[in-house]
Nanobody, 121 residues
Framework: QVQLVESGGGLVQAGGSLRLSCAAS????????VGWYRQAPGKQRELVAS???????NYADSVKGRFTISRDNAKNTVYLQMNSLKPEDTAVYYC???????????????WGQGTQVTVSS
């Protein structure tokens, strides 16, 4: 069964760093476009950063210059490096990815289960 598995969340003080990972488990051919989203209590889920299969990236204004999204295609893993964390970055972070399960197949969209990031002031 194919799944997206996030890891790397935790509790950190303001100004600290965390690196989130999003790995595809199970047999897949490739990971295409990937987005990291977050949802704080009482707020809508928002796109934080995205990366295309070709490596083009995009960031929300609130995280530009602090967060970096990257990918390791050999490991079918995408990362979100988060530096200079602020209390307002506190949220559950979700990975969303288009996975190609077989060569020549269409991509299927998956969500991970989420990982909690808490930034204390």
């Amino acid at each position: 069964q194919v799944q997206l598995v996030e890891s790397g969340g935790g509790l950190v003080q303001a100004g600290g760093s965390l690196r989130l990972s999003c790995a595809a488990s199970g047999s897949i051919f490739s990971i295409n476009n990937v987005g990291w989203y977050r949802q704080a209590p009482g707020k809508q889920r928002e796109l934080v950063a995205s990366i295309t299969s070709g490596g083009s990236t995009n960031y929300a204004d609130s995280v530009k210059g602090r967060f970096t999204i990257s990918r390791d295609n050999a490991k079918n893993t995408v990362y979100l490096q988060m530096n200079s964390l602020k209390p307002e970055d506190t949220a559950v972070y979700y990975c969303n990815a288009d996975l190609k399960l077989y060569r020549g197949s269409y991509s299927v969209n998956y969500w991970g289960q989420g990982t909690q990031v808490t930034v204390s002031s």
